[in-house]
């Protein structure tokens, strides 16, 4: 039996958030806005599928604290316009030459043990820069040569549904979406630790008990809007930070 995602709904900036789910506006509130993601994954040695998702997930809380995200920084504008409407995030994949020309543009490399991922300031959804528009989406597809550990204390974790099929790379958007939620609920000290820690977190796949557990929680929850892979609404992530040592 595949758990529910309950919720109460609640106004917010964004639209509506259920629980502390959020749910898109309509493509007419406003113009739609999109983070880019690139995952470098050359042939002979691609990253591991948990480091390439973890890596995502710290990229966009990089990109969501830096100095040039906020106030009058120089991706602030377009940082607010995406925030204001779909947290929309899109990952792409690129190797040799096409990730040397993508390293070129603005934006943030993030890596992780042998990940790495490049975050850029929003783009309008039918204006991406040429050099990311013509890389990959569909099809990126990474494993685990041995199961992830449990994980560390003082850790965030990103829980994923275990009843969802995704690709890699629709996972690490959702893990993004799961990271970004928590990074809004939290209160400005706990972010200030959490990003002068380095934002340690672990990605994980729920097993079913604890993912109804989770989903029942009122922890950030992050329904799908269902643009690609699977049905609009699908309850993705639950997002779980430590207790605090008061």
Partial sequence: MRA????????AKNGTVTGWQTVPMSSNDA???VLPLVVRMERAEPPARTDALETAAR????????????????????????????IRKV?????????RKACLLPGITVTGDAAEVRV?????LDGWPKELAKLQVSGTELDDTAEPPPPAPGQAVLWLNPDLRMSTGKEMAQVGHGAQLLWW??????????REAGFPLAV???????WA????????LVRDAGFTEIAPGSCTVVSEFPPRDD
């Avoid at 529910?4 to 106004?11: K, L, M, V």
């Fill in 31 to 33: 113009p739609q806005f």
């Fill in 120 to 124: 850029f300031p929003p783009v309008p």
């Fill in 59 to 86: 990229a966009v809380l990089v990109m969501l604290s830096d100095d040039r995200s906020l106030g009058d920084g120089e991706w602030a504008e377009a940082m607010r316009a995406w925030q204001d409407a779909r």
């Fill in 204 to 210: 994980r796949t729920a097993d079913p008990a604890r």
């Fill in 213 to 220: 557990e989770l989903t029942a929680s009122g922890l950030p």
């Fill in 4 to 11: 529910s995602c309950p919720g109460t709904t609640r106004s």
């Fill in 185 to 194: 609920a939290m209160p400005d000290a706990d972010r200030k630790a959490w």
């Fill in 91 to 99: 990952v792409r994949r690129a190797r040799g030459a096409e990730w």
